[in-house]
């Protein structure tokens, strides 16, 4: 029976794809900052584990008693929306600890294990952004790329050690989540010049025409995980398949 580890099963993606493993017979070790029994009742397939992607002893604690893991799916993210010039720094550098070093350094801590047993799948869950950036999300956006580009290098370099890297790239859907979970004003990062080109941006996030459901992603880290044919992109959702058969 295989085991996999999901960075950020709080809610949303982590938590749909914790709960299609489950489902399919894995065992699961599913991470969070804080873990919560009431949303993913642990059993014999299924431990929840307290893991913060930017601390490196949280790493190193989560990894050092989770026995074998087949495949490590990193989910974890945050992000901001807003004009960029009126984006704090200690922000953008807040987006970058989790989308980008936080992905890296769990990537690091489990390369070393993949490498010695021959085997292993690494997923990497970035965005739709990176097929076609949007407005007003320059910080997260620059974030998800860097993983686009390092994920790319790394499945050349990890291949010769049967170890499969990929990118799942979600588009966008009501778990989509920008200023909710960071301690920011979303109207301080609207400043007044930029108002009249944000409001139809922000409606449009509204009612998106095409939605990504959770089970969506769900789906395409499973099929990401049992890919043999060196497909390295997954678009996850109508909008974000529709976005990469244009690019």
Not at 4 to 17: H, V
Not at 41 to 60: E, F, N, Y
Not at 82 to 103: I, L
Not at 156 to 185: C, M, Q, S, W
Request: aromatic residues 8%.
């Amino acid at each position: 029976m295989k085991t996999i580890m999901i960075t950020g099963c709080s809610s949303g993606y982590g938590l749909e794809t914790a709960r299609r493993f489950l489902s399919e017979g894995w065992n699961v070790i599913a991470t969070m900052r804080t873990p919560r029994e009431d949303i993913l009742p642990p059993g014999p397939r299924l431990r929840l584990v307290p893991l913060d992607v930017t601390d490196p002893a949280s790493i190193s604690a989560a990894l050092a008693d989770s026995g074998p893991i087949d495949v490590l799916v990193n989910n974890a993210g945050i992000g901001v929306v807003g004009a960029f010039e009126a984006t704090p720094m200690d922000h953008v550098r807040k987006v970058f600890e989790t989308n980008t070093f936080g992905v890296m350094a769990m990537t690091q801590a489990i390369v070393p294990r993949f490498r010695s047993q021959k085997s292993g799948v690494l997923v990497n869950v970035t965005s739709s952004v990176t097929l076609a950036p949007m407005p007003l999300a320059a910080a997260y956006t620059a974030s998800k790329m860097a993983i686009e580009g390092f994920t790319g290098s790394l499945a050349h370099e990890l291949g010769i050690f049967d170890v499969r890297v990929k990118l799942v790239e979600p588009g966008y859907g009501p778990t989509t989540r920008f200023a909710a979970n960071t301690d920011i004003d979303l109207d301080a990062l609207i400043p007044e010049p930029y108002r009249t080109f944000a409001a139809p941006i922000f409606a449009a996030f509204a009612n998106p025409p095409l939605v990504t459901k959770e089970t969506d992603v769900a789906d395409a880290v499973w099929r990401a995980v049992h890919d043999l044919s060196g497909q390295l992109r997954f678009p996850a959702g109508p909008d974000a398949v529709a976005l990469a058969q244009k690019s």
